[in-house]
């Protein structure tokens, strides 16, 4: 499983964003691979918790947590991160990352999905905060979901069909295929649906103001882990690989006209190497970003989702292309 700490250190300026507004010019340096290790921080995406032991905070206490925020905005910080197999302790803060993938489309199954990533730790890693050698916390203790700022992982979606958050995903992929790929709208049910095809669901979900570099050592690490499992004969040895991407457009015409914008600013050089791909709206859903506007007269940006599909032995040449890309903005 994969175990590595990041060599780079990022040095984050906590700002407050509320509401969320952004500027096209800052939107534009959340996208571009050009990033140095100075960035700033404009994650305001707060995901709702439904369990049903959640408690109700109070006045005082939001009055407190605001006070303790406002201390912090300006400041300049250096993050290092590990990454680590997923434990137990991860579940929450993996459900919270997922929530802002699938948004509401299959909520009711989350949890479960959480599970099978958390029990197939041999494959993939979630990026966590080192909490240094004088730190007392313990990667394995009970309140350190909150410590998950990212999680790379694959899932099978073809053996593991009889699980209902597999089921959910399977019918999503189909059914958005059929309405929005025009050109072959049966083609990812015709995928998923072959029996000698093995699929594998990539997750690589991250929070917004963490930067692209992070990604080439998840996508590395991830591999790895992929080849090693095959050559332990577990179920890995795709055929296809198939992304979610978190992606935004302008809704009315503009500077911007149609340009889609990618919130993991490194899948938008991969879609260059997908065997089709396909974009819809999220904006019924209620997604964090979709209710967002642009402070120059950019207009409001809609929030979408691009499906991409994959030959499984494109990951090698996606990692490569995306370290070439970073070399070159260095």
Same mark, same amino acid.
């Given at each position: 499983p994969c175990v590595y700490q990041l060599q780079l250190l990022l040095q984050v300026v906590l700002i407050l964003v509320l509401p969320f507004n952004l500027s096209r010019t800052d939107y534009r340096d959340m996208c571009n691979m050009n990033n140095s290790n100075k960035y700033v921080a404009k994650d305001a995406i707060s995901t709702e918790d439904n369990d049903d032991d959640d408690e109700l905070e109070?006045?005082?206490?939001?009055?407190?947590?605001?006070?303790?925020?406002?201390? +912090?905005?300006? &400041?300049?910080?250096?993050?290092?991160?590990?990454?680590?197999?997923?434990?137990?302790?991860? #579940?929450?803060?993996?459900?919270?990352?997922? @929530? @802002?993938?699938?948004?509401?489309?299959?909520?009711?199954?989350?949890?479960?999905?959480? +599970?099978?990533?958390?029990?197939?730790?041999?494959?993939?890693?979630?990026? &966590? @905060?080192?909490?240094?050698?004088?730190?007392?916390?313990?990667?394995?203790?009970?309140?350190?979901?909150?410590?998950? #700022?990212?999680?790379?992982?694959?899932? +099978?979606?073809?053996?593991? @069909?009889?699980?209902?958050?597999?089921?959910?995903? +399977?019918?999503?992929?189909?059914? &958005?295929?059929?309405e929005n790929y025009k050109a072959e709208p049966s083609r990812m049910a015709t995928l998923i649906r072959d029996p000698s095809k093995q699929i594998g669901f990539l997750i690589s979900e991250r929070f917004i103001n963490i930067p692209p570099q992070v990604a080439l050592p998840s996508y590395q690490s991830l591999k790895s882990d992929i080849e090693t499992a095959v050559r332990k004969k577990r179920k890995f040895d795709f055929s296809h690989l198939v992304l979610i991407s978190k992606t935004y457009k302008a809704k009315s015409a503009g500077p911007l006209g149609d340009e889609l914008f990618f919130s993991n600013s490194e899948e938008q050089l991969f879609k260059e190497m997908s065997e089709f791909s396909f974009t819809f709206s999220v904006a019924d859903q209620r997604d964090s970003l979709s209710d967002g506007t642009w402070d120059e007269n950019g207009g409001e940006f809609e929030s979408l989702r691009t499906i991409m599909v994959f030959d499984a032995s494109a990951l090698g040449q996606m990692i490569v292309k995306l370290q070439t890309e970073l070399q070159q903005n260095s």
């Open positions: 109070s006045d005082d206490e939001d009055l407190e947590d605001e006070e303790e925020v406002d201390e +912090n905005v300006g &400041k300049v910080i250096d993050v290092a991160f590990d990454a680590r197999p997923p434990c137990d302790s991860d #579940f929450h803060g993996i459900k919270r990352l997922l @929530q @802002q993938l699938f948004v509401k489309y299959i909520n009711d199954e989350l949890s479960e999905l959480s +599970n099978l990533i958390v029990a197939q730790d041999f494959v993939g890693c979630v990026l &966590k @905060q080192d909490p240094g050698d004088d730190s007392e916390d313990s990667y394995d203790d009970d309140d350190d979901d909150d410590n998950v #700022f990212a999680v790379s992982t694959v899932i +099978n979606i073809s053996e593991n @069909q009889h699980m209902s958050c597999i089921e959910k995903i +399977n019918d999503l992929l189909i059914s &958005k295929c059929e």
